[in-house]
């Protein structure tokens, strides 16, 4: 079994800037995968950003400049550097992620449980 574990959100002013952290534990014998989703009210789930194995970052184009995904040195941690935010970026942020959990190569595909950015004055 795994686990993600996210944090990091809170409150925040426009202009204003956050790191969420997601940690993932358990059964792991390597991680394929590390991602970031948003979801906001009323609209459905969207990508943010992506990390693989080998540290290459993919962000959304849109936040592009703002947003920074990177993986932390136990390989198991995951963050997201989010500045100039904007109301816009009001969201639940959920870490999901393609775990390898045996040696055969059997993965596991599974969320957090969200962490709330709200940007607001």
């Known amino acids: 079994q795994v686990q993600l574990v996210e944090s990091g959100g809170g409150v925040v002013q426009p202009g204003g800037s956050l790191r969420l952290s997601c940690e993932a534990s358990g059964t792991i014998f390597s991680i394929n995968a590390m991602n970031w989703y948003r979801q906001a009210p009323g609209k459905e789930r969207e990508f943010v950003a992506t990390i693989g194995r080998g540290g290459r970052p993919n962000v959304r184009d849109s936040l592009v400049g703002r947003f920074t995904i990177s993986r932390g040195n136990a390989k198991n941690a995951m963050y997201l550097q989010m500045n100039s935010l904007q109301p816009e970026d009001t969201a639940v942020y959920y870490c999901?992620?393609?775990?390898?959990?045996?040696?055969?190569?059997?993965?596991?595909?599974?969320w957090g449980q969200g962490t709330q950015v709200t940007v607001s004055s």
């Open positions: 999901h992620a393609e775990v390898v959990i045996n040696l055969y190569g059997s993965t596991w595909n599974g």
